[in-house]
């Protein structure tokens, strides 16, 4: 596979090795107020490191938040959600396809609202070259978490690998409106920017 599928597997797929102690993370811009749910205040602790990365111009600092932000779509909130997704990221390891296809069919349906959920059986999809059905699984992840860079990243992977050179520019664009310093976006946006004024001259 070219760079560009490597790149975007590794970033549609959040490992449970990148989650971060939470004492290690900034703490959050907004005071939590007493009477949010965990909901509520997971949403404000996104939205808090999302300013975060949009400002940051440092990459390595950059990639740090991007890790917390991956640690935090990582928590499901549900023990059972939780197993299953590492049952699943452990055979999509050991190339098991069809067993972590199954953990993630069950994870989708117990929890739909679950953007995660979505986005590993995208990165599956996309690893078995099932760019249908991969899509598909990025729409519905963008449709519960629009910043998704991961799946952004993965769509404009895509978009690239059949031809789709305008609409992977855009996406890729997309990707580098939430995490500026995406660095490997910001290389495949240039080189598709660069190919499509060289086609139009």
Known sequence: MRNVVVFSASFLLASPAIAIAQDQLPPPQQAALPNQTLAEKRAARLDDLFASLKRESNEVKAARIAS?????????????IDLMM???????EEKKY????????QVVVMKPDYAEGWNRRATLNFLVNDY?????DIQKTLALEPRHFGA????AAILKDTGRKEAALQAFERVLTVYPMMREAQKQ???LADELTGQRT
Do not use: Y
């Not at 917390?68 to 059972?80: D, H, K």
């Not at 249908?132 to 598909?136: D, E, F, L, V």
């Not at 952004?152 to 769509?155: E, P, R």
């Open 68 to 80: 917390q932000i991956q640690a935090q779509w990582q928590n499901s909130g549900s023990p059972t």
């Open 86 to 92: 590492g049952w699943a990221g452990k055979a999509m």
């Open 98 to 105: 069809s067993v972590a296809l199954d953990f993630l069919d």
């Open 132 to 136: 249908g059905r991969s899509m598909a």
């Open 152 to 155: 952004m990243a993965g769509m």
């Open 189 to 191: 946006a240039g080189e």
